[in-house]
């Protein structure tokens, strides 16, 4: 009697995990290329498109670079600073801090946020840490990851990573390893000898949802994927200002040195003492400045030809620079444009406005996206989702650019009129300080308030020494309540 054996499940992929595998990789391969050209030219590695007409052959391999693609992204992302996590209702937010700084998020949004606006859209992945039980949260690539969307739903329902094996585990040179984010379960695949895939691990979490949030960038109705900051305007204006600069290049070699003529001169003038020809150099540099007259008595004519004028090239470059500044939303300065006359503060203020509510906008978007990767890593950590009733907040440092003087005066305008009281953090934080100068300040205020008190009670004990009245050792309610000296 022959006994069948069913195969593990925790040892095998599914039929269902091999098709879902092959649909992701098919779309992680697919829009690769298109993520690759981006990276080029925000890289400075593209390869611009000679059209054949002024490049002679041996300048073929001058590469021309410019790096307008990376300044407008980097001056877009360098606005957006994560600062903090906070709950909204204002309780203790050191479990949340203890998270981001286990992870490093502050640094690592950073990381997140370029490839968001480079590639059109980045990964947050959250999974179970080490064995203390602290959650996970990595920016990982769209270079390796994609991530299977419902739209009607607004969520993933499932995700797959294509990595290097020994980031993992001890594994072989250039072995590949996949990791299948399913709503119930993160699966761990290596490439088996057979030719499928073995699973190495899966980690059970039961969330009911895909632990994976995507950071789009660009999104509409029709494209939630999201679109990248360089677009092909922008990557049409680079590859022309880079042949304009090519053609500089060129012109800088053949012209750069003025061509002279002779009428009339003899053969011996292009000769040394014993008869041989001078080369086209020497010829230039030496004889051509004292001829002899020709036979004749005649002096031989001598002339020289315009030098290139390359300012017609740099008002070329200018023209594009302006065109890139539109497409960015940038001051024309950030790309090389200046003019004669410097440009007011107001000036610069108006012309960064476009700059500062594009940051805004992504602020909005990314803050959703990192709220929603810091309650599935408390999810994982407990083991149940957080109340819904307690909201996380994202705080970002001010996109804009204003001055100290002009945040402290409306600040003060704003306690002046009793709009907002002195000792609350929203007033600190509109006044400009950051996250880690407000605790502060609520730090010394608290020893501020223990010493005031202290000396209360002090200076009531001197009073009452003679009497038989026994002072209240005990600090005030509402000091209680404020300050936390409870």
């Known amino acids: ?6 195969e593990l499940p925790l040892l095998t992929l599914s039929d269902d995990e091999l098709a879902l595998i092959n649909l992701l990789r098919g779309d992680m391969l697919r829009d ?39 300044v407008g992204v980097e001056s877009l992302e360098e606005r957006l600073d994560l600062e903090a996590f906070r709950w909204a209702d204002g309780s203790d937010s050191s479990d949340l801090e203890g998270i981001a700084d286990a992870n490093d ?16 859209r980045g990964y947050l992945a959250v999974g179970s840490g080490e064995d203390d039980g602290s959650p996970l949260i990595s920016a990982e690539s769209p270079l390796d990851m994609t991530l299977l969307w419902d739209a009607r ?58 632990p994976v949030v995507r950071l789009a960038n660009r999104q509409r109705t029709v494209d939630r994927v999201g679109r990248s900051e360089i677009t092909p305007e922008v990557m049409s204006v680079t590859d022309a200002a880079c042949r304009r600069l090519m053609g500089m290049e060129v012109a800088a070699e053949f012209f750069g040195a003025p061509q002279r003529y002779i009428l009339g001169a003899s053969e011996s003038a292009f000769q040394d003492a014993e008869g041989n020809p001078l080369d086209a150099w020497a010829t230039y540099i030496g004889r051509m400045l004292g001829l002899e007259r020709d036979e004749d008595g005649n002096i031989p004519t001598v002339g020289q030809f315009p030098a290139h004028d390359p300012s017609g090239m740099t008002k070329i470059i200018d023209l594009y620079a302006r065109i890139m500044s539109s497409q960015f939303g940038l001051p024309p300065h950030m790309l090389g444009y200046t003019t004669d006359n410097p440009a007011s503060a107001d000036a610069i203020r108006s012309t960064e406005a476009k700059l500062v509510k594009r940051s805004e906008r992504r602020i909005r978007r990314f803050g959703a996206a990192w709220q929603q990767a810091m309650r599935l890593a408390l999810w994982v950590r407990d083991g149940e989702p957080p109340e819904k009733t307690r909201r996380i907040e994202t705080v970002w440092r001010n996109p804009a650019t204003p001055t100290i003087a002009a945040q402290v005066d409306a600040t003060v305008k704003l306690v002046q009129a009793e709009i907002l009281p002195a000792d609350s953090d929203v007033t600190l934080e509109m006044a400009g300080l950051t996250e880690g100068q407000r605790q502060r300040v609520a730090a010394d205020r608290r020893r501020l308030t223990r010493r005031a008190w202290g000396a209360g009670v002090m200076e009531r004990v001197g009073e009452l020494a003679d009497s038989d ?18």
Not at 189 to 204: F, Q
């Open 469 to 486: 009245s026994r002072p209240s050792l005990e600090p005030p309610e509402a000091d209680l309540g404020v300050d936390g000296l409870g």
């Open 1 to 6: 009697m022959t006994l069948s054996i069913p």
């Open 32 to 70: 690769r290329w298109a993520l690759q050209l981006r990276d080029a030219y925000f890289n400075g590695e593209q390869l611009v498109r000679d059209l054949g007409i002024s490049i002679p052959p041996q300048l073929k391999g001058l590469h021309t670079v410019i790096g307008w693609p990376r």
């Open 153 to 210: 739903l607004r969520m993933g329902t499932a995700a797959l990573r294509e990595c290097a094996a020994d980031t993992y585990i001890e594994s072989g040179p250039d072995e590949r390893m996949l990791v299948l984010y399913l709503p119930d379960q993160t699966v761990m695949a290596l490439p088996s000898e057979s030719g499928g895939w073995e699973v190495i691990d899966r980690d059970m979490h039961g969330l009911g949802v895909v």
């Open 105 to 120: 998020l502050y640094d690592e949004s950073s990381l997140a946020h370029l490839d968001a606006l480079v590639y059109g």
